[in-house]
């Protein structure tokens, strides 16, 4: 059940490393890599649920 969870949660961190490219962080400052992982994590949402929604209509994401 653990395992579960686990995968569940760490699919997002997944996804943002191999999509978006972000495999290392360099400081920048607290207050833009908060605003920069802020943002690659609401483009991570959105490309998960344009994958869910195509899966269920049938039809592909841009």
């Known amino acids: 059940m653990l395992s579960a969870v686990r995968a569940i949660v760490e699919h997002p961190f997944r996804v943002l490393k191999r999509q978006s490219g972000y495999t290392k962080a360099c400081y920048r400052g607290l207050v833009k890599n908060t605003g920069q992982i802020v943002t690659l994590f609401a ?20």
């Open 43 to 62: 483009l991570v949402n959105l490309w998960l649920a344009c994958k869910r929604l195509s899966l269920l209509m049938g039809g592909g994401c841009p």
